[in-house]
Structure formats: C-alpha cells, structure tokens
C-alpha cells in the first residue's frame, strides 16, 4: 500500500475518532451528575462508553454504505434499517451493562444501577444510528456525484477525442483529394452534379466542426443519419455502382438520440476494408430498430471478414475510442458487439437506452 494511501486512511480515522470527542464529554458531565467520582474516572468510563458506539458505528458505516439511500424508497429498504436501528441501541446498552458488570461482579448491581437511564440509553442509540447511517449516506452519494461528473468529464473528453478523430479521417488529403478531384471533373461535364458533390462536402464538414463546438453532443439519429448519407455520397463519387447500401430503419428509431459521430467509424471501417478493396465491391446495410426499450443499431457489410475479432489495421482505435465512449455516457446500459467470419464481412451492433 502507497504512503499516500496510508496517510489517507489515517487522515480518515483521525476524523472519525474526533467526531465522537463531543459525545465524550456528554458522557462525563452526566457521569459526574449522577454519581460524582473522580474526573479522571469519570473520563475513562466516557471514553469506553462511548468507545463501544463507535466500534458499532464502523459497523453501521458499512451497512449503510452496502444498503444506501435509494433513488426511490422501498419497504425494504426502511425496514432494513429501522431493525438495524433498534439493534444498534440495544447493542451499545448492553455492552455498556457489561463494562458495569466487569466494574462490579453482580448483576443485580449493574440492573439496579442502569434502571433509571438503559430505556433512553437504548432510544438515544436508535437517533445516534440513523445520525451515523445518515452522514454515511451523504458521503456516498457525494462521492457517486463526483464519480459521475468525472464521468461525464471523461465522455466529453472522449466525444471530442472521437470527432477530432472524425474531422481529421474527413480531412485526410487523400479523401479531399479524391472528393474535389471528382467534382472538377464533373464540372466540365456534369456541373449540377459538381455542385451536389461540394454541397455534399459542406454538409459533412459542417456537421462535424459543429460537434467539436460541443453544440451537438447527442443528436437524432435521423440527424446521424444525414451525415451519413452525405458521407457515402462522397464515396459513392469514387466507389460508383460498387457500393450498395440497403437501410432498415424504422421510424420509431429515427426519433430516437445517439451520441454523435457514432455511428461513422463503423461506416468508414466497412468502407474500407469490406467494400473498396473488392473489385466487385459490396453492400454496406443499416438497421435501427427499437427492442425493449433498447435501440438497436446495426451496420454490416458482406465483404472478405476475418477469422477473429482482432479489428484490420488502421480500425483499432476508432472502435476502442467508441467503446470507451458508450461506457462513460452510459456504463453497462449501452454494448457494442462486433461480429466476422471469413466470407461473411463484419457486423457490429450497438445497444444503447433509449
């Protein structure tokens, strides 16, 4: 264990014992009330007193921290601590009967001593319980409140990462070059389409500097879609009738928010290494559905595929980029599976909430 982490557990344990110093000092000015015995007596038998509650505590801490306040209150959950409440008094009561007993050999003498104060003795431990449980559970939702803003500092650290990534992929010389070159061809013999091919580019080149403000950070998946359009026209330029695309979307998915970009990655991987390198070419298909409650995304192509998972060169970094995207904004609730055999291209498929 690190020095640091030691020091924080000390630090941590320095703060407990001192939050019970008042309850000790309680403690001695009701000992000295009742039967008046020397302050140094009277001090040590605080401090074991009030000992034993916070040994209790500690147990307390970790009930509270494994059963924490829920989002919503259940039956189970009040009835769960109400038992442990009332345990929790009865157990700093007896064991303070205990001390006694040690002190005095006779427990007819420890019951006569305790009869006037062990009923609110016990009734003071049920509040000092819900006190400790309740700081418990301020500290763990602080601490669940700043786990999820680091959270969502690293998704958008993350997006951004991703649409860079995105800007850079749509701004490689090669593509420009491929994409302006084929409009300038067809403005001598096809102007009308020149200009859809630059309008084509302006939309996509618009759609992702206006994600990297961060104004578009969840978009409608009708909206992804556009930019996905206006991406395989671009390609559809240089790739001709090789590239086919079929899209199965329903309209219940198209209204429904995706992060943005997500879907771009998988387009550009089938693209280039199911689609472009095959003479042939390939189909490249599109499926948004919703199951459950769950959006379904899916993009696949028929191209060569592959014997493993292990994404081609080049791929690596765009999928992992998106996985860790889909963790921090959503943690277990979102998936991305992908899936190849040889022959039968790559399928990935996203599951995000809806």
Request: charged share 20%; aromatic share 8%; glycine share 8%.
């Amino acid at each position: 264990m690190s020095t640091r982490s030691w020091l924080s557990r000390l630090r941590a344990a320095a703060i407990y014992v001192a939050a019970w110093s008042p309850l000790v000092l309680v403690y001695v000015v009701q000992i000295e009330s009742q039967d008046p015995i020397a302050m140094s007596d009277a001090v040590a038998a605080a401090i074991r007193s009030v000992a034993i509650a916070a040994l209790l505590g500690l147990a307390v801490i970790a009930f509270a921290t494994r059963l924490s306040w829920p989002e919503r209150l259940s039956l189970r959950f009040g009835l769960a601590h109400f038992t442990a409440s009332i345990l929790y008094g009865f157990a700093w009561t007896g064991g303070m009967m205990l001390l006694l007993l040690r002190a005095f050999g006779s427990w007819e003498e420890v019951v006569a001593r305790t009869a006037d104060w062990w009923g609110w003795q016990t009734i003071f431990g049920v509040h000092l319980y819900w006190v400790i449980a309740g700081v418990t559970w301020t500290r763990v939702n602080g601490s669940r409140a700043r786990e999820r803003e680091r959270a969502y500092h690293e998704a958008d650290a993350l997006r951004v990462r991703a649409e860079l990534s995105a800007l850079r992929g749509q701004l490689d010389p090669h593509f420009l070059f491929n994409t302006l070159h084929t409009a300038a061809v067809l403005t001598k013999h096809d102007p009308q389409s020149a200009a859809q091919a630059l309008e084509r580019l302006a939309e996509l080149l618009r759609y992702v500097l206006d994600a990297q403000r961060g104004a578009r950070d969840e978009v409608p998946l009708a909206d992804e879609l556009g930019f996905i359009d206006a991406y395989l026209a671009l390609e559809g330029l240089r790739l001709g009738e090789r590239l086919r695309v079929v899209r199965e979307i329903t309209p219940e998915a198209m209204q429904q928010r995706v992060p943005s970009l997500a879907l771009q990655p998988l387009v550009e991987n089938a693209l280039r290494y199911g689609i472009s390198e095959r003479a042939s070419g390939g189909t490249l298909t599109l499926r948004g559905r919703m199951e459950d409650g769950t959006l379904v995304l899916e993009v696949a192509d028929d191209g060569p595929g592959a014997a493993t998972l292990t994404p081609p060169r080049g791929t690596g970094v765009g999928l992992h980029t998106l996985r860790e995207r889909l963790r921090a904004r959503f943690g277990t609730a979102a998936s991305m599976d992908v899936r190849t055999a040889p022959g039968h291209g790559f399928h990935v498929t996203l599951r995000l909430p809806a």
